[in-house]
């Protein structure tokens, strides 16, 4: 102590008493930061919801009604939850273009930060799914053959048994799921839009949805092997026994005649 | 239409070149037979180096053949199965499978051109007329026929013994019946087992995808959940035949938009239990949506209405869907409270 006490007049030690009033000061500033942090991140969250609803008075609010509470037009919003929004904006269905039977896939206007505001606008409406994290839909870890068996019990009467879709009554109708980004395809299960019927973690666990969509990937993506080439739209015996029909025996008749048409006599006649 | 028009290579004549008898136009054969056209030589037939060039091609069509069943033999054993190529126009697909196909298809194709080539151009190709004959026995056969069968007739005294007539009749008459009623032992009667199925009061409805028991909390509005009854393994050895029956697709519709009283009544809070399986012809129906509460059969579009007691709204089926009654168990679970009213699936002839 005598020590330290002796060198209290030294020209350094003016710097010293600094520096340690600078380090407390910074201690006692990171003790409170997390807090400050706290509340920008709620700022940001209602900052989000802010914007979704000016998105959503521009581009919903006129079928939904003001505080999607839903139309003559379009039904209530409230409890559809943010993977709702997330399936719907981001495959381009909604906004709609027009009423009709069922609404159709199309180009995405929005960007993805303006869907999420928007789902975090619907979602502070009423409790629902919330987006799913990639980890849940992504391919990897996905029990293929398990995933074959749940989607031939719960999707397959609907989208065909490698996913290819099909027809419904009125118009309505089941589109393929080629290509589907697996998010989407999650968020269908979750939500059930349109016609389709939900399929709740309740009902179909996380995993189920994972094995479906290791499934859809493995028979109908980018990445899909064909060991018979040509699948002919993959849409099954029908197509097959046409092709087999029309081009098979066409070409055996095309021969059959060629073979008789020519004359093997050396004097033409 | 006067004979000088005709030309002269197209009026008959009494022999054709080979020498064969032609038929001449006369009172009762007002068209002459022309004949066969005059034969034509192919080139083969005249020109030796041609039969040779011919031969040469058959051969080496048949070589061809050789070479691809060799190939198809050395594809089997050196391609792995799992390699995968590209093809144009095909697209990506097996080796194995694109070199075992084309590699069989030449070698077969190969045997049959060249048989079609070694015929039409080798194989003699000369026109043979052979003339056809009566069909009908001259009289004196058909004389002696007859007198031996009257003889027979009147040896076995049939038309005058007329109780071994009869009893002969009779005997090869019921002789079928024994046949007949060996039919019975191509299957068991059915009995009434197409009016029961194995659901019963206190059965737990299982989820097909988890396996597990279901409370209603799990069954959410517009979702749609495949049950099984409990107990029923898939290993089991009748568990086909089983779930065909008993197959059931759960739904919960807002108990507001429940049209029928009967429907509501048998569901437990909207969570409705309906039969899988079509009552047409008895595919599996489960096109369910949601929005209409309308079930559409893939197989001929029949359509039925779930918030309406399964009532068919469109297609050939002849029934309703039947609704199984359900409710929860003192530990909450869904459980069945009886078994189908009415027989599930297609109709059958003592159904009522």
């Known amino acids: ?153 719960n999707c397959a009467q609907c989208h065909n048994f490698t996913g290819k879709g099909g027809a419904l009554t009125h118009g309505k109708y089941a589109p393929s799921l080629e290509d589907v980004d697996p998010k989407h395809i999650y968020e269908a299960m979750q939500t059930g839009p349109q016609n389709m019927p939900s399929f709740p973690d309740t009902t179909m666990s996380e995993q189920n949805k994972k094995d479906i969509i290791g499934y859809l990937h493995a028979v109908n993506s980018d990445d899909t092997v064909e060991p018979g080439g040509l699948n002919l739209g993959g849409l099954g015996p029908v197509t097959e026994g046409l092709f087999g029909w029309i081009f098979g025996l066409g070409a055996l008749v095309a021969v059959a005649i060629w073979v008789a048409a020519r004359t093997a006599k050396a004097k033409k006649s | 239409m006067s004979s000088q028009d005709i030309p002269e290579k197209n009026l008959p004549t009494a022999q054709d070149e080979h020498g064969a008898a032609v038929a001449v136009a006369d009172e009762e054969n007002p068209f002459a ?141 019921l002789f079928p019946l024994s046949g007949i009623v060996l039919l019975r032992d191509l299957g068991p009667l059915p009995g009434t087992k197409l009016r029961h199925t194995l659901w019963k009061p206190g059965k ?25 009854p409990e107990g029923l393994e898939e290993h089991d050895h009748d568990f086909q035949k089983e779930i065909a029956k008993a197959a059931l697709m759960l739904v919960r519709i807002q108990p507001d938009n429940i049209k029928d009283k009967q429907t509501l009544e048998w569901s437990h809070e909207g969570i409705l239990a309906y039969s899988k399986i079509c009552t047409h012809v008895g595919c599996p129906i489960s096109l369910y949506e949601q929005q209409t509460h309308h079930v559409l059969c893939p197989c001929h579009q029949s359509t039925f209405d779930l918030a309406d007691g399964g009532k068919v709204i469109f297609g050939p089926a002849g029934h309703a869907l039947p609704q199984l009654r359900i409710g929860v168990n003192d530990e909450g679970y869904l459980e069945a409270l009886d078994d189908f009213e009415e027989p599930v699936g297609p109709a059958f002839w003592e159904r009522g």
């Not at chain 1, 709702?84 to 906004?95: C, E, L, N, S, Y």
């Not at chain 1, 009709?100 to 789902?119: C, F, M, R, S």
């Not at chain 2, 737990?204 to 099984?228: C, K, W």
């Open chain 1, 1 to 153: 102590m005598k020590k330290l006490s002796a060198r209290r007049r030294h020209p350094l030690a003016a710097v010293v008493v600094l520096l340690l009033a600078l380090a407390c000061t910074g201690g006692l500033y990171a003790v409170f930061a997390p807090a400050d942090k706290a509340q920008a991140e709620e700022t940001s969250q209602s900052l989000a919801i802010d914007e979704g609803k000016k998105l959503y008075s521009v581009g919903c609010a006129s079928c939904h009604g003001t505080g999607g509470q839903g139309t003559s037009d379009g039904p209530s919003l409230v409890g559809v939850g943010a993977a709702a929004v997330d399936f719907q904006v981001g495959t381009g269905r909604m906004p709609a273009q027009q009423p009709g039977a069922q609404v159709p896939k199309k180009k995405n206007i929005y960007t993805q930060a303006e869907i999420d505001q928007l789902a975090a606008y619907i979602a502070s409406l009423g409790a629902g799914p919330a987006i799913p994290t990639a980890e849940l839909y992504s391919p990897e870890g996905a029990d293929i053959a398990k995933g074959g068996e749940l989607f031939r019990t």
């Open chain 2, 33 to 173: 037979d022309p004949g066969l056209p005059p034969h034509e030589h192919r080139i083969q037939d005249i020109d030796e180096r041609a039969a040779k060039r011919s031969e040469r091609t058959v051969a080496l069509l048949f070589t061809t053949s050789m070479l691809a069943t060799i190939g198809f033999i050395a594809s089997y054993v050196t391609i792995p199965i799992d390699q995968n190529i590209f093809v144009w126009p095909i697209g990506h697909i097996s080796a194995l499978n694109f070199a075992l196909g084309m590699t069989l298809g030449v070698a077969l194709f190969a045997i049959g051109a060249g048989a079609v080539h070694w015929a039409r151009t080798l194989m003699s190709d000369e026109e043979i007329v052979d003339e056809r004959h009566a069909i009908e026995a001259t009289p004196e056969v058909k004389a002696k026929v007859i007198a031996d069968f009257k003889q027979g007739a009147k040896e076995s005294a049939l038309g005058r013994r007329k109780l071994i007539r009869n009893t002969m009749f009779g005997a090869l008459a």
């Open chain 2, 204 to 228: 737990l409805l299982i989820n097909q995808n988890t396996h597990e028991p279901m409370r209603p909390s799990d069954i959410a509005v517009g979702s749609l959940t495949f049950a099984q």
